[in-house]
């Protein structure tokens, strides 16, 4: 079986099956809920034909999640000023060193 790597298309479709089931509070996101990343990837296989596990699913929700909570503490950095204007951030090098 070919190995399954997330491209943006299906990182998106991912992303916005969480926002969904998350908003229509049909799914509630625990640690150890596998049966909600088993049905999240069953529906991505079936609408991308790729191969997804829910072990995939699950390490990439955690991965996003931990990401998040990375940039949440940065903006809350008093060495980093948020720029909505021009929708980018604005540190100097030794920040995005830590950051990134």
């Known amino acids: 079986m070919a190995a399954v790597f997330w491209v943006q298309d299906d990182l998106q479709l991912f992303l916005a099956m969480l926002i969904d089931e998350t908003r ?11 049966t ?13 034909g790729k191969n997804y596990t829910s072990d995939m699913v699950n390490r990439e929700f955690h991965r996003l999640h931990t990401r998040y909570y990375s940039w949440q503490e940065a903006l809350r950095c008093r060495f980093v000023r948020l720029l909505p204007e021009e929708n980018r951030l604005l540190a100097s ?5 830590m950051l990134v």
């Not at 229509?24 to 150890?32: M, P, Q």
């Not at 088993?38 to 296989?45: D, F, H, P, S, T």
């Not at 090098?93 to 060193?97: A, R």
């Open 24 to 34: 229509a509070g049909t799914i509630h996101f625990t640690w150890g809920n596998t």
């Open 36 to 48: 909600v990343f088993k049905q999240i990837a069953e529906r991505l296989q079936q609408q991308t």
């Open 93 to 97: 090098d030794e920040v995005w060193e």
